[in-house]
Structure formats: structure tokens, C-alpha cells
């Protein structure tokens, strides 16, 4: 599994199906938001960004 943004590898979520397969639905990935979607550094910006965008200023 890759970071949608940079493609940097996550850390946390299983890299193959086979192996997402093997596991309990509620361990398949990290509990949060983007959580195996994006990685860290790439979340902390994203979520910069909505919080940017949701309050007017
Ligand atoms: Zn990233």
C-alpha cells in the first residue's frame, strides 16, 4: 500500500490482499482518518488543508 499523494510507503497496512485477507476486518488499517490511504507527512497537509478550507477567515 502506497501513500495516494506521494507514494511512499505505509507503514501499518497490509501491502497485499493475501495478507489484508488473513486478518480481522478491524485490523485491516490504522484507526483514522486517510488512515492507509495517505501517509503521515501527506495527512498532517491534507488535513492542514480542510481545516484551512472549512474555516472562513
Ligand atoms: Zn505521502
Known amino acids: 500500500m502506497k501513500c495516494a499523494r506521494c ?3 505505509l507503514n501499518g497496512v497490509p501491502a497485499t490482499d493475501y495478507e489484508r485477507r488473513k ?3 478491524s485490523s485491516k488499517r490504522p484507526e483514522r482518518m486517510f488512515g492507509g490511504f495517505l501517509c503521515p507527512r501527506c ?3 491534507v488535513l492542514k488543508d480542510v481545516v484551512r478550507a472549512a474555516v472562513p477567515k
Request: charged residues 35%.
Open 43 to 45: 495527512l498532517r497537509e
Open 23 to 25: 486478518l480481522p476486518k
Open 7 to 9: 507514494g511512499a510507503v
